[in-house]
């Protein structure tokens, strides 16, 4: 059975910083994996899709990299902002075509 | 466009009783999904619509739950009887590819908060 974890659970940082979450997952045999952003009270919002073929995909100030070998994932966020806070989700599929989900990790950044 | 639209936004009922949420997907869009998402078990895909035909609904969690499609404008999720710990946020999402959840950008509506008391 896919299981992801994602760490840290939460990241608190000041405006501006680099970050980096990351993403793991426990079976490898993977065709793509998604990253999500979730608002509070709101639905989420699909940010990157790398496919397994890839080892890494850029949208603006997000860079997602894909480990498959090692069960890893990373989402970069470059110079963030107070706009970015948000809960980031990863997703691979489980069985079949069927998304499992981590828990996320819960970022806020102050000004 | 106005996006996945959800109704109602927030629901409470009392265990027992019969609930039924609504979900309107972007014009279009060929893919439906309904999620579930709790503190416990985070976010989980319910079932998955593909021109209005169901297409896995192994994630549906028991009889009490079923969903329905009638047409590529609307959906349903009903529960019935209703129990505590169907609790939970529930999502409806749509997207342009028949590739399944995993391999497309799928739209998100804003979720019904559902509490069972």
């Known amino acids: 059975k896919q299981e992801v974890t994602q760490i840290p659970a939460a990241l608190s940082v000041p405006e501006g910083e680099n970050l980096v979450l990351n993403c793991s997952f426990t079976?490898?045999?993977?065709?793509?994996l998604q990253w999500f952003r979730q608002d509070p009270g709101k639905g989420l919002t699909s940010l990157l899709l790398?496919?397994?073929?890839?080892r890494e995909q850029t949208s603006g100030r997000l860079n997602a990299s894909l480990d498959k070998s090692s069960g890893r994932s990373t989402l970069y966020i470059a110079a963030s902002q107070p706009g970015d806070s948000a809960t980031y989700l990863c997703?691979?599929?489980?069985?079949?075509?069927?998304?499992?989900f981590g828990r996320g990790t819960s970022l806020i950044v102050h000004p | 466009d106005a996006g996945v639209i959800q109704s109602p936004r927030h629901e409470v009922t009392e265990m027992g009783q019969e609930v039924t949420l609504r979900c309107k997907p972007i014009?279009?869009?060929?893919?439906l999904f309904w999620y579930r998402q709790t503190m416990m078990r985070g976010l989980e895909l319910l079932i998955y619509?593909?021109?209005?035909?169901?297409?896995?609904d192994s994630g549906m969690p028991e009889d009490r739950f079923s969903a329905k499609m009638p047409n590529a404008s609307f959906s349903t999720l009903k529960i019935q009887p209703s129990e505590p710990r169907d609790s939970a946020v529930y999502f409806c999402?749509?997207?342009?590819?028949?590739?399944?959840?995993?391999?497309?950008?799928?739209?998100f509506g804003q979720g019904t908060r559902l509490t069972v008391v």
């Open positions: 999402a749509s997207s342009l590819s028949s590739g399944g959840p995993m391999n497309t950008e799928a739209f």
């Open positions: 079976d490898s045999a993977i065709y793509n």
């Open positions: 790398i496919q397994s073929s890839q």
């Open positions: 997703a691979v599929p489980g069985g079949s075509y069927i998304p499992t």
């Open positions: 014009s279009g869009h060929n893919s």
């Open positions: 619509f593909n021109n209005n035909v169901p297409i896995d």
